[in-house]
């Protein structure tokens, strides 16, 4: 019991002089150069800059329109060919919610030249885009302009 103390107090005194349970001597950084600070500046400046970037195109992703691609029209021969000539001046929307007769598709593209400055279509073209149109967006039963009268056309 004695010897058993004696040799605990052995230890204990001895390994305090080894330094067994001092603190790990801590040494006071060097104070950065103005070098390092102007870096560190740089450095903070320049993510600020790429994240105020990165906001403003999530910003400008969310309220852009991707542009459009001849797929958003119904397939059919004559899509491709109605997508580059009949896009120049207005996106597929306009076309998309109409439905009219191959009559009516053929006046349009009069009405198109003659009022809205669009280059006639070569004969050949036109007759290949009518029918795609017509075909495409026929004349619908349900079409609300045919039911309203308060509409003239
Ligand atoms: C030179 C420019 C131009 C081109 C090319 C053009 N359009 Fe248009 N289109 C217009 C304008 C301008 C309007 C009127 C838009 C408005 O009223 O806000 C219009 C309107 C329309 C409308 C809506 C008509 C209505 O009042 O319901 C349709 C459908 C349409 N275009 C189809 C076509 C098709 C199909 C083609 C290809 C053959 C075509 N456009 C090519 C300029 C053009």
Redesign the pocket.
């Known amino acids: 019991m004695v010897a058993g103390l004696l040799v605990l107090v052995v230890l204990v005194l001895g390994g305090q002089k080894a330094g067994w349970w001092a603190q790990p001597e801590t040494r006071a950084p060097y104070p950065p150069t103005p070098a390092a600070l102007a870096f560190a500046e740089m450095q903070r400046a320049e993510q600020a800059r790429a994240a105020a970037a990165e906001a403003e195109n999530a910003r400008l992703a969310a309220v852009q329109t991707p542009a459009e691609t001849e797929e958003v029209l119904p397939a059919g021969h004559g899509r491709a060919e ?1 997508f580059a ?2 896009t ?3 996106s597929t929307a ?2 998309r919610r ?1 439905g009219l007769t191959r009559e009516r598709w053929d006046a ?2 009069d009405w ?1 030249v003659e009022k ?3 280059t006639p ?1 070569e004969p050949d073209m036109r007759v290949l ?1 009518v029918d795609y ?1 017509a075909s495409a967006f026929p004349a619908r039963q349900s079409n609300p302009r045919a039911r309203n009268p308060f509409l003239s056309n």
């Open positions: 109605t000539n009949c120049a001046c207005h306009i076309i109409s349009l593209m198109m809205q400055n669009m279509l885009i149109l």
